[in-house]
């Protein structure tokens, strides 16, 4: 690990043709300094390469050949999961239930739709969670905002807030589990389909450690999971997470909200897919009411300038609402809207639909309202269970799934 954060690169703006390893993101951001103790954050770091790699080589470039089909149209693309993990879910219940979800719903996908379903879940790593401010104020007192369990946890208390640098092995310790259990879900047969892993890039000293040179290859891949997507708020010119992805061999999703630019996600993929290849880059478009206004450009410039790009809805983010009572929730009308209008635009401009990218749970829940009329009573009682943000039930993401799948077929 000292070799690779010794190594010799200059200072410079994000382009496809700069020298790059996994540490040269940190030239570009001081963020991390910020929230630990800088020296104990530098000790930590030279202890970090005792974490191994959480999934393999072959298994990440299995995948990506499975988004090459689904590029072309062969298949289609599931991927869902919690919001945020949590430790304490970490149990062999817990997870099998949550792989038994996966693949109830992508079966049921496969079946509507009669293609093969890339299922991919919201799991083993997405300890972290980016947020609006750093800070937040709680009965009067300022604390860091819960930012996932790999930072702080979500008590409301200055304590449980503080960052602990502990807590990125304890985040490891949590995707190793749920890799060994997936490895023994597997091989029970239980599965029909290989389930792959994915998560939001977001705690780049995390990712670095998990980051080996395959020597086949000779190009880098991130074994923390199979699969990392860059949330909307790094997605800027000089964002330390484009710097750290343009190296990276993994196939990777970008979050595209309502204030990407046409010139800024030409440029992104371009920079993170400078060969063009097929199923590298997927966009997951989460544009709320905005889609209408935003994504006919987007389309647009993408087309004109050849990306080879997978198009996934994210109904989820950008229809988050605050109801009377001062509880965060989604309404199922709004996503399924979102879905129909997305499917609409892209078949007008000749874009395969892939798939959803979803958070949902197989818990019994109720987080998310059935229809607008309905928000006002989404309450923290027992069936609201969430730390972060709201997730559709069982129920709730079969019915967005056959959205997907009756809006699609319109264009088939």
């Known amino acids: 690990m000292e070799k690779l954060k010794n190594f010799d690169y200059q200072d410079c703006q994000i382009t496809s043709k700069s020298i790059w390893s996994p540490y040269t993101w940190e030239d570009k951001t001081d963020w991390y300094d910020e929230i630990y103790d800088q020296q104990d954050y530098k000790r930590f770091l030279n202890e970090e390469a005792v974490m191994l790699p959480l999934v393999t080589v072959a298994d990440v470039q299995r995948l990506q050949e499975e988004l090459v089909d689904v590029y072309e149209g062969k298949k289609l693309y599931f991927q869902a999961g919690d919001c945020v993990e949590l430790f304490e879910d970490m149990n062999e219940i817990a997870l099998k239930d949550k792989f038994d979800f996966l693949n109830t719903i992508s079966d049921y996908m496969q079946v509507l739709s009669n293609k093969p ?55 490891y310790k949590a995707s190793q589990m749920v890799h060994e259990h997936l490895v023994d879900y597997t091989q029970e047969k239980h599965a029909n389909r290989t389930l792959f892993t994915s998560h939001e890039g977001l705690h780049l000293p995390y990712e670095s450690s998990l980051t080996q040179q395959c020597q086949d290859s000779n190009g880098y891949y991130n074994l923390s999971s199979h699969f990392q997507w860059v949330g909307m708020r790094s997605l800027f010119e000089d964002s330390a997470h484009i710097e750290f992805y343009r190296g990276i061999e993994n196939p990777i999703g970008i979050k595209v909200g309502p204030s990407a630019t046409p010139a800024l996600l030409d440029q992104v993929c371009t920079v993170l897919n400078p060969r063009n290849v097929p199923g ?46 001062g509880v965060k929730t989604r309404s199922l009308d709004k996503i ?77």
Not at 398 to 403: F, G, K, L, R
């Open 117 to 171: 379903v890339v299922t991919l879940g919201r799991m083993g790593g997405q300890f972290a969670k980016p947020r609006t401010s750093l800070t937040e104020e709680v009965k009067g007192v300022t604390m860091y905002s819960f930012m996932g369990q790999i930072f702080n946890d979500y008590a409301p208390n200055i304590w449980a807030r503080q960052p602990q640098l502990q807590r990125i092995l304890w985040a």
């Open 280 to 325: 590298k880059v997927t966009l997951i478009l989460r544009l709320g009411d905005k889609v209408s206004e935003v994504l006919p450009n987007l389309i647009k410039q993408v087309k004109s300038k050849g990306h080879k790009v997978i198009w996934v809805s994210d109904p989820m983010h950008a229809n988050t609402v605050k109801n009377a009572q």
């Open 336 to 412: 399924k809207a979102e879905v129909k209008q997305v499917s609409q635009i892209l078949r007008e401009n000749h874009c395969y639909f892939a798939g959803l990218h979803l958070e949902a749970s197989p818990d019994n829940i109720y987080e998310c309202a059935d229809s607008c009329d309905l928000m006002a009573k989404v309450d923290l009682g027992k069936a609201y269970q969430t730390q972060c943000d709201p997730r559709l039930n069982f129920e709730q993401a079969i019915n967005v799934v056959s959205c997907f799948i009756n809006h699609s077929k319109k264009g088939s």
